[in-house]
């Protein structure tokens, strides 16, 4: 149930009660794509830097160790060891990006597996087992998620395809909820719109959707290579259409003014790699803007990454430190760069939950985006 708690212009401050607990939004979901953050990063790690929601992945899950495993193990909260929510990406856009020969029918996907080449079929039906098995909080719909390039004539029949995936896709959770042996039996589902950058056909698929009376909706099928323009101008034609009294999700978005602009458009929900990809290799966020750590002039620094940051790294390490230990190959440096990052995204939203109560949100962002792009 979501709960909204008040607006400032069209960004919302709301709660999202689910059965693992409540997600306050805005919100940005930490990704562990195969149930772990990537950078050694532990529960009690997720836990120490206020994460509120994981994401991990079906497609991936489902390849490796097999959501079957997953499920006899008692679902991946237990397999993780973490209480607190989680979303299952339906594996519709890893199998669109990943498999290279796929075949595309009204029943699913055939596709050969990126790890040892066996062959897969996934469908409504199986994504939502999978999910199922998984046991997450909230399973994301299996839909196709066509290139931004693709013309009309390509996007509206996919488009199409898509609703009709919805509807069975409902229809299987529903079955699925019901059947003794299934853990989480309470799952969520969250339907996806679709239609490039073609704003009539993203509208219309948004109101078929938003009569489907699902738990929440998602924009997909942005941040895949339109410009920052065209995906705003999406977002602000897409999301007066869909349910004010339900979550919105912008899938795989995005940088720190991406969000802050998608949540002046009333975007709820966010999701995405940079924060770990781009600690991975030494790039670290700040309000000043991202550094690279590996450039020569932190090589006698003392200072913390970012003053007056909370984070586990900041509060003991120098950027010289964590420098010296990138440049060594040392896990450690990895590490600490990949919590001040997500410590980083966690806490802005904080901040704009906060700014979004006070009623102010339009100042802060106007504040965050010019300190953001001013550097060092």
């Not at 996806?192 to 009539?200: A, H, K, L, M, T």
């Not at 509060?315 to 430190?321: E, Q, V």
Request: with cysteine; hydrophobic share 35%.
């Amino acid at each position: 149930m979501y709960k909204l708690i008040t607006t400032d212009g069209s960004a919302k401050r709301g709660e999202f009660h689910t059965p693992h607990g409540v997600i306050q939004t805005p919100v940005f979901m930490n990704v562990g794509t195969v149930a772990a953050i990537k950078g050694a990063v532990s529960t009690e790690d997720l836990e120490g830097i206020d994460t509120q929601v994981q994401l991990s992945n079906t497609y991936h899950l489902h390849v490796r160790p097999g959501d079957k495993i997953v499920k006899k193990l008692g679902g991946l909260h237990k397999f993780m060891s973490w209480n607190k929510p989680i979303l299952t990406d339906s594996g519709g856009f890893q199998v669109f990006s990943l498999a290279g020969l796929r075949k595309i029918k009204e029943e699913g996907v055939y596709f050969n597996s990126h790890i040892d080449g066996r062959k897969i079929f996934m469908g409504p039906e199986e994504s939502m087992e999978i999910q199922s098995n998984l046991a997450s909080t909230i399973a994301m719909a299996f839909d196709e998620c066509p290139p931004s390039v693709a013309d009309r004539s390509y996007i509206q029949p996919s488009v199409d395809r898509t609703t009709r995936w919805l509807e069975r896709c409902k229809k299987e959770m529903d079955r699925l909820n019901a059947l003794p042996d299934t853990i989480n039996n309470k799952q969520m589902l969250f339907g996806i719109n679709q239609g490039g950058v073609f704003d009539d056909i993203r509208i219309e698929h948004a109101k078929t959707i938003a009569e489907m009376n699902l738990d929440g909706y998602a924009i997909g099928g942005l941040a895949v290579g339109e410009t920052h323009e065209e995906m705003y101008r999406i977002i602000e034609a897409v999301v007066p259409y869909l349910p004010q009294d339900k979550p919105t999700y912008l899938m795989g978005v995005g940088t720190p003014i991406n969000i802050v602009e998608a949540v002046e458009r009333g975007v709820d929900f966010f999701d995405c790699v940079y924060p770990s990809r781009n600690g991975r290799h030494g790039h670290v966020y700040t309000h000043h803007g991202k550094i690279n750590l590996f450039n020569a002039k932190y090589e006698t620094d003392s200072e913390p990454i970012e003053k007056g940051c909370g984070c586990p790294a900041c509060r003991r390490y120098s950027r010289a430190y964590i420098r010296h230990l990138l440049k060594a190959k040392e896990m450690l440096g990895m590490r600490l760069c990949v919590l001040h990052n997500l410590y980083f995204y966690n806490h802005l939203m904080e901040d704009i939950r906060k700014a979004i109560e006070e009623h102010n949100f339009s100042t802060f962002k106007a504040k965050f985006i010019s300190d953001f792009e001013s550097g060092e």
